[in-house]
């Protein structure tokens, strides 16, 4: 399960990096001591040699953007943080109605956060029978609450039936399927970080439609 498009999670996104990163270099030092994690340990999290990414913290190679994807990833940070961006001021606030819901192949969903962040929340509605063959496999994680009804939710070769109160939280990279278990629908709040993956794509395709 994904969702509408609400913004990239790691940031906005220049369409070119700039020829020279002077604070780049530092700053991918800074945060991976932060983490406390050994030059070896981030490397390879990032699919990178340990003498490549010693090689980026220093200076002595300018990274791409792709790298710089990877490594924002495992900092839990963005790319515009990376390039000393400073993000704009966001209104930690989401009033009732300020967004119109969106629909995609049978689903509804309400937009219950603010766009561009790591973290992206929705209010979903699941009418029987939409969706229900539909398996995804992508980068991040989901966590689901049942609102009303009940949710059969298949998670690789398990299958699950949720109620009102029950709540999953998994992997997106295991195989999942998630549909109504009964004529009445179904109602939930669900949280995912989608890492890499482009959200529009996921989900919504060229079938989204605002009402």
Known sequence: MSTPPTGEPTGE???ELPDELPDVAPRLRELRRGRRLTLETAAGR????????SRLETGR????????????????TTVSELLGEIPPERDPIVRAGRTEPVEADGWTYHQAGGSGRAMQPLRV??????QGDLVRV???EEWLYVLEGRLRLSLGD???VLGPG???HFDSLTPHRIAAAGPAGAELLFVH????SPAAELCLGGGAHRR
């Open 125 to 130: 509605q699941v009418p029987y029978g939409a």
């Open 138 to 140: 992508h980068p991040g």
């Open 166 to 168: 029950d709540s999953a």
């Open 13 to 15: 996104l220049p369409d």
């Open 193 to 196: 970080t989608l890492l890499q």
């Open 158 to 160: 398990a299958v699950h």
């Open 61 to 76: 190679r300018q990274p791409s953007l792709p790298m710089l994807l990877a490594l924002a990833r495992i900092y839990g």
């Open 46 to 53: 990032a699919g990178l040699s340990p003498a490549h990414l």
